[in-house]
């Protein structure tokens, strides 16, 4: 499987923007599919995951009630939805896949991810 990660840019803070993921290779029917982020000087952390299936959805603390993770089975593809962003969500912003329908726990574990995608860059200007 691929993954393609688009929609990144420059918005200011307080502004929104859509990321997507569009997955090839495989048609997505379980499993499950994570955005994961990395900013310069720093270690990639989780952001927001979900079983595929749409049953179970994770997100960091830190962009809890401000990001929100999607999907739409039809086009194989997951979106991230970032609204009231900061300039600290600045980063280079992953999406990751599992074929494995993770539990809770595991959602937000990069380790539980076996296909990556390219990062797209969002930068967030005060």
């Known amino acids: 499987v691929q993954l393609q990660a688009s929609g990144g840019g420059l918005v200011q803070a307080g502004g929104s923007l859509r990321l997507s993921c569009v997955a090839s290779?495989?048609?997505?029917?379980?499993?499950?599919i994570g955005w994961f982020r990395q900013a310069p000087g720093k270690e990639r952390e989780f952001v927001a995951a979900?079983?595929?299936?749409?049953?179970?959805?994770r997100y960091a603390d830190s962009v809890k009630g401000r990001f929100t993770i999607s999907r739409v089975n039809a086009r194989n593809t997951v979106y991230l939805q970032l609204n009231n962003v900061k300039p600290e969500d600045t980063a280079a912003y992953y999406c990751?896949?599992?074929?494995?329908?993770?539990?809770?726990?595991?959602?937000?574990?990069?380790?539980?991810?076996?296909?990556w995608g390219q990062g797209t860059q969002v930068t967030v200007s005060s």
């Open positions: 990751a896949a599992s074929v494995r329908g993770l539990i809770y726990t595991t959602l937000a574990s990069q380790d539980a991810y076996e296909e």
């Open positions: 290779g495989r048609t997505f029917s379980s499993g499950a």
């Open positions: 979900m079983r595929w299936s749409g049953s179970t959805t």
